[in-house]
């Protein structure tokens, strides 16, 4: 940190205390993060163990699921009521705006179903930038993740000079980054077939 100008004291060993937190500090996400969680759990939220962004509240048979990132909160409850309720508590405590029901989030699509009330997530913009970035937006699509019978061990690992320089110019674990990305949040029917191609990350060979 530098002392502002018009502040300056030459030759001084000074440091800054600061009294508030500032935005786009460690402190700061750290201390919003706190200053969240005791405003949830004064409105009777807690927290859930697999993800401390996931908060949740029952009374009685109805609830209300908050999920958070930074300063943007996704709710839903069970009935308008609750969902009133949970959005005038949050405004009462901070300056909030309503952006009405989820369309978009962190690039995931929310699609639902009014006469059914299933929701549908999906990441199609995702996959169709990551198949432009490596060049495959024009390849044909597969109904199997991985063919019928294969294989892979470690005698596929490159085994001359020419076969180390083609595969160094692959961005094979760019791509199962790309890949996990989509298995973590709406394709978990992903995971066997990257766990098969992780084992090879650290050396590919072609066949992989």
């Known amino acids: 940190m530098e002392q502002p100008k018009g502040f300056e004291e030459k030759g001084s060993d000074y ?7 500032l935005y786009g ?7 919003w993060a706190e200053n969240l969680n005791k405003t949830f759990e004064g409105h009777g939220y807690y927290r859930s163990k697999a993800d401390p962004q996931i908060r949740l509240r029952v009374l009685g048979n109805k609830f209300t699921l908050t999920y958070t990132w930074t300063d943007d909160v996704l709710g ?3 009935t308008i009521k609750e969902e009133c309720q949970a959005k005038g508590e949050l405004q009462s405590s901070y300056e909030i705006k309503d952006l009405g029901e989820a369309k978009l989030i962190l690039g995931i699509r929310v699609d639902r ?19 432009v970035h490596f060049n495959m937006n024009g390849c044909a699509p597969s109904s199997i993740l991985l063919p019928v019978g294969l294989s892979l061990s470690i005698e ?19 791509a199962l980054d790309a890949i996990i990305w989509l298995q973590v949040v709406t394709r978990p029917d992903l995971s066997y077939a990257i766990n098969v191609l992780s084992r090879f990350a650290h050396n590919p060979g072609k066949q992989y």
């Open 15 to 21: 440091i800054w205390k600061l009294k508030k937190t």
């Open 25 to 31: 500090t460690m402190q700061g996400a750290h201390d």
């Open 76 to 78: 839903a409850s069970s």
């Open 113 to 131: 179903d009014q006469e059914t009330d299933d929701i549908t997530l999906s990441q199609q913009a995702y996959c169709q930038r990551v198949l």
């Open 156 to 174: 596929d690992y490159p085994s001359t000079p020419e076969e180390v320089e083609k595969m160094a110019k692959v961005p094979y674990q760019e």
